[in-house]
C-alpha cells in the first residue's frame, strides 16, 4: 500500500496571537483507488465548499482540511446527530507521485483528488524488434 | 422528545441478527464518539449508510438538515405523511469497476430516514435544497400547531 493514511486520530496545535489552542478534527470517510494512472482520493466533507479546502504536499505528507461552511437554521437545535467539527486528514504520498499535477476538484460535498504518477514510474510496454 | 430514531427494519438481503448486530454495532460507535470526542468515526464494516440528521425549530417551522454528500439531486426522495418525515436516496459508485480500490469506507446504495416531527406541518408548503453535500428541508407548522397568543383584557 503506498498510500498511507496518517494520525487517525487528529490533533493540531495552532496558535492564535499569544494563545495556543488545541483544535480537534473529524476524519472524513475516504476512498482511495489505484489506477494504472496514479490515485483517487474521495473524502466526503459534507458543509464543505470550494473556499473552505485547504488541500497542501508537504515532506511527501498531503493534508486535507475541510472547513465548513458556517450554516446558519432559524431557531433552536431540538434533535442533533452531526458534529460541527472540521475535517482534516493526513496521508502519506507514493514517492512516484508527481505532486506537482494533484488536481482537486469538490461537488456536493465530495472532494475529488486525482493523484498522477510520475511518467518516469508509469508502466510500459517495450515491443521487442 | 417525539422525534425518534430511525430503526433499521429487516432488509430482505440481511437476515434479522445481522440487522440487529448492525444496530448495536451503532450504539457502541456512539459510545465511543461519547468518550473520544468523535475524531474518529467508526469504518462501520456492519453498519450500513446511516446520515447524520439535525432538526431545528422555531415558531414557525422546522427544519431538518441531513449530511449526505456526494449525492445527485435526483437521487434524493423526500416524503411526508402525517407528521412523519422520510429522506432516502441512493448513491452510486464513481469508480469503475475494473480499478484496484485499497481503503474503501464510504457508503454506497439505498438510505432511508424517517422521523416524526413533534407538531402538525404543512405539506402544501415543505420546502427543499441540497448544498454542499448538505440537504435542508423546510417544514412550516401548520397553523393549529402555531403557538397562539392569547390577549386577555382584564375588565
Known sequence: MNIIPKRQSETDHRTRGEQSRQVQYLAPMVDVQSTEEGYVIRAEMPGVDKAGLEITVENGELTILGHRRNLQHPGELIHRESTRQDFRRVYELDPAIDASKISARVDQGLLTLVLPKAERVKPRKISVD | ?155
Open chain 2, 1 to 155: 422528545m417525539n422525534i425518534i430514531r430511525y430503526q433499521r427494519y429487516p432488509h430482505p438481503d440481511f437476515p434479522v441478527a445481522w440487522d440487529r448486530l448492525a444496530n448495536m454495532h451503532e450504539e457502541l460507535d456512539r459510545v465511543f464518539e461519547s468518550t473520544f470526542g468523535s475524531t474518529v468515526r467508526s469504518l462501520g464494516t456492519l453498519s450500513r449508510w446511516t446520515p447524520a440528521v439535525d432538526v431545528y425549530q422555531d415558531k414557525d417551522q422546522f427544519t431538518v438538515v441531513a449530511e449526505v454528500p456526494g449525492m445527485k439531486k435526483e437521487g434524493l426522495e423526500i416524503s411526508l405523511n402525517g407528521d412523519t418525515l422520510t429522506i432516502s436516496g441512493e448513491r452510486k459508485s464513481e469508480e469503475k469497476e475494473d480499478d484496484q480500490r485499497f481503503r474503501t469506507e464510504r457508503f454506497f446504495g439505498r438510505f432511508q430516514r424517517s422521523l416524526t416531527l413533534p407538531s402538525a406541518v404543512n405539506p402544501e408548503k415543505v420546502k427543499a435544497s441540497y448544498k454542499d453535500g448538505v440537504l435542508e428541508v423546510v417544514l412550516p407548522k401548520a397553523e393549529e400547531a402555531k403557538p397562539k397568543q392569547i390577549e386577555v383584557s382584564l375588565s
